[in-house]
Nanobody, 120 residues
């Protein structure tokens, strides 16, 4: 089992920045990939970014490319999402996810979510 705890959400003005953190515990030695998703009110959950745990290979959604950066600190078992030039449409609950397999798009563990609100 892998437990994920997100932090760093909050209220920010449009154009501002926030950094989300996701700390993993448990079977972290088995981690293959970690990612960030978000869900706005009335909308489907959408992929934001992902990073492989060993090689650090990243994937970022087109909607946030150039503004959001995903990174990880293996020593701290933590993945980060640096969000710059935030827009009102970035308002959502952001979830951290992880998987111990390489199956594309598969995530087995989820955090509780952290709210990000961008005021226009």
């Amino acid at each position: 089992q892998v437990r994920l705890v997100e932090s760093g959400g909050g209220l920010v003005q449009a154009g501002g920045s926030l950094r989300l953190s996701c700390a993993a515990s448990g079977r972290t030695s088995s981690l293959y990939r970690m990612g960030w998703f978000r869900q706005a009110p009335g909308k489907e959950r959408e992929f934001v970014a992902a990073i492989t745990w060993s090689g650090g290979r990243t994937t970022v959604a087109d909607s946030v490319k150039g503004r959001f950066t995903i990174s990880r600190d293996n020593a701290k078992n933590t993945v980060y999402l640096q969000m710059d030039n935030l827009k009102h449409e970035d308002t959502a609950v952001y979830y951290c996810a992880a998987t111990t397999t390489g199956a594309p798009g598969r995530y087995d563990y989820w955090g509780q979510g952290t709210q990000v609100t961008v005021s226009s």
